[in-house]
């Protein structure tokens, strides 16, 4: 996955229904962008440059992996959506919206049609007031001093005047209070981990990934099946037992939920598969007494992937131990999970098929799936 980027965006309207367009702006944004993080309060300040009504002005926070132009690109779309007309007048005038890029990271990015940190940022209240609301210690990095600091020393008299209106993140459409233990599952190559990853970030998640990288008998099983299978499935139960109740038995209180890309259960489902029949009659013995005492997720999503998808992610995360992985053994794992999953009365279990969904690159899949998990509410 592509590194995500922390960035400010500021946004302002006199044009129409004001709240509204910085509404629907803030929803464009995440629904095209990226996560939103944070969002300052509504702020009234008198038109600048030009006679015309009051603007609404706000600042968000938004974690995305698009590019500076990439996401300039995204913004300005979002502009003529909501209505704002090109124009060749070089002065200020009104407009439903207006979208701008104030901080990306730490970058500095001068091109013919951009420049960030914004060039006018430390000459206006109007945006240095609401980005002090979410962003008071970061650092300009040409000017070298916090967005406080640069309040403090700003020339403009025009103070902004709060607004007693609050803005709703769109992420808040998803309900994530019912949910305790989230475990994400699926095949090799699935985008467990990634998936588990992004709506630990996005939702405030405690975050379990299986510590696989760690297994020095992966690579020796890949290359000779039958004489290290019992050794590395005895090894992942192990390892996935003390992992998930340590990690379960620590309360995190700064977490709202937890969330890993594997169950426990995944050992007996593997097992079975790599074990002959005497090994695995044995293994299931010690497994049942391990699973007894093991906390339960209570919702468990299955990512379904067909073997054609599978091998293809397999082949592009790079991994050298997994690339001469037999498609037979894709297939027996894609059977063994559903097998499981169908004779599950105590789990909330939901099958997703993600075959033809890309959510990694593609942001409407990612959103999807969300919908999917969590059910959104209108």
């Not at 095949?187 to 510590?211: C, D, H, P, V, Y």
């Not at 050794?231 to 209180?253: G, H, K, N, P, V």
Request: charged letters at 25%.
């Amino acid at each position: 996955m592509e590194e995500q980027q922390l960035v400010y965006i500021a946004l302002g309207s006199n044009k129409g229904d004001k709240f509204k367009n910085l509404q629907e702006a803030i929803y464009a944004i995440y629904e095209k962008t990226g996560t939103v993080v944070q969002i300052s309060k509504i702020y009234k300040t008198k038109a600048f440059g030009f006679e015309g009504e009051d603007f609404f002005n706000c600042c968000i926070a938004v974690q995305t992996i698009l590019s500076p132009q990439a996401l300039l690109t995204q913004l300005k779309n979002i502009e003529v959506q909501l209505g704002r007309k090109k124009t060749n007048s070089t002065t200020y005038e009104a407009r439903e919206i207006d979208l701008d890029i104030i901080f990306y990271a730490k970058d500095i990015v001068t091109d013919s049609n951009l420049t960030v940190p914004h060039k006018e940022l430390h000459k206006r209240l109007f945006v240095l007031v609401p980005l002090n609301d979410i962003a008071a210690k970061t650092n300009h990095p040409k000017l070298n001093k916090t967005v406080t600091e640069l309040i403090a020393i700003c020339e403009d008299t025009e103070l902004p005047e709060p607004q007693n209106i609050w803005l709703k993140n769109p992420k808040q459409q998803f309900n994530t209070s019912k949910h305790n233990y989230i475990a994400i599952e699926g095949n090799i190559g699935a985008g467990k981990t990634s998936l588990a990853t992004l709506i630990s970030e996005e939702f405030n998640a405690k975050l379990i990934l299986e510590r696989f990288a760690d297994n020095p008998f992966l690579p020796k099983f890949y290359e000779d099946a039958t004489r290290f299978a019992f050794t590395l499935e005895m090894s992942f139960l192990a390892d996935r037992y003390q992992q998930i109740t340590d990690d379960l038995a620590q309360l995190d209180l700064f977490s709202d939920f937890m969330i890993s890309d594997y169950d426990i259960f995944k050992s007996l489902i593997f097992s079975k598969i790599t074990l002959p029949e005497d090994e695995f009659n044995l293994y299931k013995k010690l497994f049942y007494l391990m699973y007894k005492d093991i906390p339960k997720p209570d919702s468990y999503v299955y990512l379904y992937q067909n073997t054609e998808r599978l091998q293809e992610n397999i082949k592009k995360r790079g991994r050298d131990y997994e690339q001469n992985i037999d498609p037979d053994y894709l297939e027996k794992i894609n059977s063994g999970y559903l097998e499981f999953l169908k004779t599950q009365q105590n789990f909330n279990v939901k099958i997703i098929d993600i075959s033809n969904k890309d959510f990694i690159e593609h942001r409407s899949d990612y959103l999807w799936l969300l919908n999917e998990i969590f059910e959104a509410q209108e």
